[in-house]
């Protein structure tokens, strides 16, 4: 599962409440399965499965799922139990709570991230793709370019 995208692996279009355009809900939001949301909420949202806050999508309060795909605005508090990728048009202002975290270039935070009960983030979903230019070796064997 390694730097797959999390919408990739949660499809199941079955299990998924929509709210879409104009929508306006005061309130808070709960639910068993997944949510997209590209309207607009001013409250708190939970479900229990993936979260997605579209490029249209807006919530003020606090936001709370397994997992979460931040493409909109939030401003308050995400509460994620597993994953939480945050595209390059999201916008979060408040703190993040998480196990893993995806951050694209462009997206903006203003905030904290931080893990459950202080464990470390995953390292797993951070693959550094460049080597050590300091510890590649020379064709020679004698060690790296210029040493």
């Known amino acids: 599962m390694e730097n797959t995208r999390i ?7 079955g299990n998924r409440s929509t709210l879409r355009g104009t929508t306006r809900i005061t ?6 399965g997944d949510l997209e949301l590209d309207g607009e909420l001013v409250g708190d949202i939970s479900v229990d499965g993936l979260l997605v806050i579209g490029e249209k999508g807006s919530v003020q309060g606090r ?3 397994g997992n979460m795909v931040l ?23 408040g703190n993040i709570v998480c196990q893993k975290i995806a951050i694209a270039e462009g997206a903006f935070m203003d905030g904290e991230v931080h893990t459950h009960k202080g464990k470390p983030l995953s ?10 230019l300091r510890t590649m070796k020379s064709p020679d064997g004698a060690g790296a370019p210029g040493k």
Do not use: C, L, Q
């Open 7 to 13: 919408s990739e692996s949660f499809s199941d279009p």
């Open 27 to 32: 309130g808070n939001v709960s639910g068993p």
């Open 63 to 65: 936001a709370t799922a």
């Open 71 to 93: 493409a909109g605005r939030v401003k308050g508090r995400i509460m994620v139990r597993e994953r939480i990728e945050v595209r390059s048009s999201g916008r979060m202002e």
């Open 123 to 132: 390292p797993e979903y951070f693959t550094e793709k460049r080597k050590d």
